[in-house]
């Protein structure tokens, strides 16, 4: 049984910093691309970041692009999103998610494409 276990989200000032943890168990992490996305109220849900299971690509969206980084520790089945400089805008249920993915090169962005998902993990960012 698949399970993405999201941690590390909470309240944050503006400009401050913030790590969001997803833990992948019951699957083989090579071959798995990785991605966050997130969901304010009344929103659809947005893609964040994503990342190839090699790490030698990544695709963060403009709203967070030099601000949030992802990244991925395989030997950990673990993937992080950094968040630095967080804004009031920011603020929504971030999701981990998991797509069956063996290309090196090509980094999922649709939330269509991944096949996976985490419960969640609130993110609220007070100015």
């Known amino acids: 049984q698949v399970q993405l276990i999201e941690f590390g989200g909470g309240l944050v000032q503006a400009g401050g910093s913030l790590r969001l943890s997803c833990a992948a168990s019951g699957l083989t992490f090579s071959g798995i691309a990785m991605g966050w996305f997130r969901q304010a109220p009344g929103q659809e849900r947005e893609f964040v970041a994503a990342?190839?299971?090699?790490?030698?690509?990544?695709y963060h969206a403009n709203s967070v692009k030099g601000r949030f980084t992802i990244s991925r520790d395989n030997a950990k089945n673990t993937v992080y999103l950094q968040m630095n400089s967080p804004k009031p805008e920011d603020t929504a249920v971030y999701y981990c998610?998991?797509?069956?993915?063996?290309?090196?090169?090509?980094?999922?962005?649709?939330?269509?494409?991944?096949?996976?998902w985490g419960q969640g993990t609130q993110v609220t960012v007070s100015s």
């Open positions: 998610a998991a797509a069956r993915n063996p290309y090196s090169t090509y980094v999922p962005r649709s939330k269509h494409e991944y096949d996976f």
């Open positions: 990342i190839t299971w090699s790490s030698n690509n990544t």
